[in-house]
């Protein structure tokens, strides 16, 4: 069993800058493509970015607008996400996911986290 578990999430300022974690257990970490995804109110859920299970590649959503980062350390069995510039749209709940796919598509995901919530004001 894979468990994810996300942190970093809260409550930030437009123009901020925020850097999500997500950590697993279980299975090794090293085998696994990462992605993160997000779904904000009242829409679907969205991809954000994906990373190989070495590190590289990674690529992004079109969403991301090259504010986004996604980054592994092996080592430490995480993930990250940075998003800078923060934008009142960036407001969601944001999963990490692990699969044997690097994939922009959320079926391609086999492990799931619980989410976290980023809450943008201005």
């Known amino acids: 069993q894979v468990q994810l578990i996300e942190s970093g999430g809260g409550l930030v300022q437009a123009g901020g800058s925020l850097k999500l974690s997500c950590t697993t257990s279980?299975?090794?970490?090293?085998?696994?493509?990462m992605g993160w995804f997000r779904q904000a109110p009242g829409k679907e859920r969205e991809f954000v970015a994906a990373?190989?299970?070495?590190?590289?590649?990674?690529y992004y959503g079109g969403s991301a607008e090259g504010r986004f980062t996604i980054s592994r350390d092996n080592a430490e069995n995480t993930v990250y996400l940075r998003i800078d510039r923060l934008k009142d749209e960036d407001t969601a709940v944001y999963y990490c996911?692990?699969?044997?796919?690097?994939?922009?598509?959320?079926?391609?995901?086999?492990?799931w986290g619980q989410g976290t919530q980023v809450t943008v004001s201005s």
């Open positions: 990373i190989h299970e070495t590190g590289s590649p990674a």
């Open positions: 279980g299975r090794t970490f090293s085998r696994f493509n």
């Open positions: 996911a692990a699969g044997p796919l690097l994939s922009d598509y959320d079926g391609n995901y086999k492990y």
